[in-house]
């Protein structure tokens, strides 16, 4: 069973950092594209950075020198280290994980999210 659980979430000053952890269980960890998404109540849900089976990223224009996505294959977890945090990084953070293709488009499997509020 394909499980991937968030935590790191949490309540932060404007220009803190925080670093969100993705674990993951019941696949092959280093096999599928792995992203991370954020959604605000009553605003699309946003794809913020995506790593990809060869080790390649790619970010949101708005996170981009900001964030970093990264992954621990042995220990089957994602990471996502924000730094220098603004209000309008408050959000929900996703990690989602796809299993063909490349990192666009659908992705297969969720967790459930982690808040992070950053205020000002």
């Known amino acids: 069973q394909v499980q991937l659980v968030e935590s790191g979430g949490d309540s932060v000053q404007a220009g803190g950092s925080l670093r969100l952890s993705c674990a993951a269980s019941?696949?092959?960890?280093?096999?599928?594209?792995l992203g991370w998404f954020r959604q605000v109540p009553g605003k699309e849900r946003e794809g913020v950075a995506a790593?990809?089976?060869?080790?390649?990223?790619s970010y949101a224009d708005s996170v981009k020198g900001r964030f970093t996505v990264s992954r621990d294959n042995a220990k089957n977890t994602l990471y996502l280290q924000m730094n220098s945090l603004k209000p309008e990084d408050t959000a929900m953070y996703y990690c989602?994980?796809?299993?063909?293709?490349?990192?666009?488009?659908?992705?297969?499997?969720w967790g459930q999210g982690t808040q992070v509020t950053v205020s000002s």
């Open positions: 019941g696949f092959i960890f280093s096999r599928y594209c």
């Open positions: 989602a994980a796809k299993i063909r293709g490349d990192c666009s488009g659908a992705y297969d499997y």
């Open positions: 790593l990809a089976r060869n080790g390649s990223t």
